[in-house]
């Protein structure tokens, strides 16, 4: 059978590029994937328009970090003060206490270093807004700083009305729908168990719900606010949160090759702690019909039950459609028994099971008709900024938010239920996938998802909404430091 691969050629366009050299910035990433790609990629085009970026990771000598392609800019790597300590004999509160206290130092230090050698030193520093104290330190040393939020506005709006106290704790359903009622009114399609999980059971989270309410502890102190989305997308809530603060859209923050080809060689995230089998994958799909596969991946944190995966092998084997499921090496033991065996090893077999993929090769490639996800927000971006159709199945933090929007408000795909018993039945998953994949409402959000990768494209080409914010957001910096 001939090839389904979606060909992505490279463009002639260059960048726009600004008077912006030899004006330095520093990044501080949070020190996890799904934090990391996207600040990674917003340097990448901060680069391309001609600033000095020197991307910042927190870690100990005992990890490692595969970083390739980020030749445009600098990566150093500062303490995490964990090489001595046994991390998980301390608490999540305790975790992440040391983290900050040993991050601020190192942060420190490598600021008082940068400065008292480089000719034009950096004058901003870029963090993640999990990591608020970093904005204190910055600010310490004479610089401004600048907060990027990695979620959706959505979810970053909950937490703020949390720590506003416009929301309280514990959540309340409030109307006969068992809906918890607040501004901005697009937020009324979230019942109590669609918020992010750290808010709706705060108790079961101690420690974590201190650090995503803290993202506005000190925000008002920040120069610039940005945000990992596109205006489109959240308009409502990006014009309900830029009437209390000024913030700026510049995502979604995905490689240059799938989105608007304008930076060169950009055509991975360049980070991933775990090695794809990415030609396994893509010489399986190539023997499949076009949109016939099912890609399944919940990531590289979240962690099914037993229950819930016999149930998911239930659904996939039952499902009309070809699978590629994605189980990483840690959750391989919960698969049923003889399962991996009971597929077969030739490409005529109806799903292979891999540890790890390029999952922007598989979205992007003809034969995936559809997208069984938790709902991060980078696989929910991934996703529509690649026109895959969605069934949601999100398991924790922000991803029960995620869900509900792509089903109510975006209309790209459907969400499935946990029982009683809190788990996705088999029949459950077979009926959604099969509706999506084949049913009427499947093209109703086909033609919604294809219609959002044309929107992305847009916001993120040169004079998209994305693009002139991240314009606008590199003049400041020039005008600042010159």
């Known amino acids: 059978m001939s090839s389904s691969r979606e060909r992505i050629c490279p463009s002639n366009r260059q960048p726009t590029m600004y008077p912006a050299k030899d004006i330095h910035v520093l990044v501080l990433a949070h020190p996890v994937q799904g934090h990391i790609n996207p600040m990674l990629q917003f340097s990448k085009r901060l680069a391309s328009k001609g600033l000095k970026v020197t991307f910042l990771i927190p870690i100990s000598t005992k990890k490692s970090l595969n970083l390739v392609n980020a030749s445009s800019i600098q990566v150093e790597y500062i303490s995490d003060g964990f090489d001595n300590v046994e991390a998980d004999k301390l608490s999540t509160k305790e975790y992440l206490e040391h983290f900050r206290l040993s991050v601020s130092q190192s942060l420190s230090d490598f600021i008082q270093k940068h400065q008292s050698c480089q000719e034009n030193p950096a004058k901003v520093l870029i963090y993640d807004s999990f990591d608020s104290w970093a904005l204190d330190v910055a600010i310490e040393h004479g610089m401004h700083g600048a907060s990027f939020f990695t979620q959706s506005c959505v979810v970053s709006?909950?937490?703020y009305l949390v720590h506003h106290g416009t929301v309280k704790l514990p959540l309340e359903a409030v109307d006969g729908q068992g809906r918890v009622l607040c501004d901005p009114p697009v937020m009324s399609v979230l019942g109590l168990n669609d918020f992010p999980s750290f808010v709706a059971d705060v108790h079961k989270y101690p420690g974590v719900v201190d650090i995503v309410l803290g993202q506005f502890s000190n925000f008002r102190k920040a120069k610039w606010l940005l945000f990992n989305t596109f205006t489109e997308l959240e308009e409502e809530l990006v014009n309900w949160m830029g009437n209390q603060w000024s913030m700026m859209t510049v995502g979604p923050t995905i490689p240059s090759v799938y989105m608007d080809n304008r930076l060169e060689d950009d055509t991975g995230y360049g980070l991933s702690l775990f090695k794809p089998e990415a030609e396994a994958c893509l010489r399986w799909l190539d023997s499949k019909p076009p949109c016939s596969t099912v890609y399944v991946s919940f990531g590289s944190l979240a962690s099914l039950g037993e229950d819930q995966m016999e149930e998911l092998v239930s659904g996939l084997r039952s499902m009309k459609s070809h699978f590629l499921w994605v189980v990483r090496e840690s959750e391989e033991k919960k698969l049923p028994l003889n399962f991996l065996q009971e597929l077969g090893l030739d490409d005529d077999k109806k799903g292979?099971?891999?540890?790890?993929c390029n999952q922007l090769q598989v979205l992007s490639h003809g034969s995936v008709g559809c997208f069984m996800t938790h709902c991060g927000w980078n696989s929910t971006l991934e996703a529509l900024s690649l026109g895959v159709p969605m069934v949601a199945m999100p398991q924790w933090t922000d991803q029960p938010t995620n869900a509900t929007f792509i089903e109510?408000?975006?209309?790209?795909?459907?969400?499935?239920?946990?029982n009683e018993r809190g788990v996705v039945t088999g029949e459950e998953i077979e009926s959604f996938v099969n509706e999506v994949m084949y049913g009427e409402r499947?093209?109703?959000?086909?033609?919604n998802s294809l219609r959002w990768k044309e929107i992305v494209k847009r916001a993120v080409d040169e004079g998209g909404s994305s693009d002139k914010n991240i314009q606008e957001f590199v003049s400041n910096v020039v005008d600042l430091c010159t």
């Open 352 to 356: 292979l099971v891999v540890r790890w």
């Open 408 to 418: 109510e408000v975006w209309k790209a795909g459907l969400r499935v239920r946990a």
């Open 157 to 159: 709006c909950i937490y």
């Open 442 to 447: 499947g093209k109703e959000i086909r033609e």
